[in-house]
């Protein structure tokens, strides 16, 4: 295929996905514990993170139901009104027209 590579070129062709995986693993096992959040002094800001999360999941419910609500009033008020009867034709024009 290629004929300026050798057997040892397909070789380290081959083994560069392997070798890129074992460096990344290396890589995470050494700055695995050296993220910001190992400090003692972080630990009780997860709790204002959760408290704000919850507080806006149910913001959001909120919205929810009340759109929820609005869309059974809006089905409830268009199931209610009469619906338009179908526009009538002249007595003797039956043909439908076409576009030609």
Do not use: C, K, N
Not at 28 to 57: E, K, M
Not at 70 to 76: G, L, M, T, V, Y
Request: hydrophobic share 35%; aromatic share 8%.
């Amino acid at each position: 295929m290629f004929d300026y590579l050798d057997w040892w070129g397909y070789l380290l062709l081959g083994a560069l996905p392997g070798l890129s995986f074992l460096l990344g693993v290396a890589w995470g096992r050494r700055h695995r514990g050296r993220s910001p959040s190992s400090d003692r002094s972080s630990l009780a800001q997860p709790d204002t993170v959760t408290t704000s999360l919850i507080d806006a999941v149910d913001s959001v419910q909120r919205q929810l139901d009340e759109l929820a609500e609005r869309q059974d009033f809006s089905e409830r008020l268009l199931a209610s009104r009469p619906s338009p009867a179908p526009p009538q034709s002249p007595a003797g024009d039956h043909r439908v027209p076409t576009p030609v």
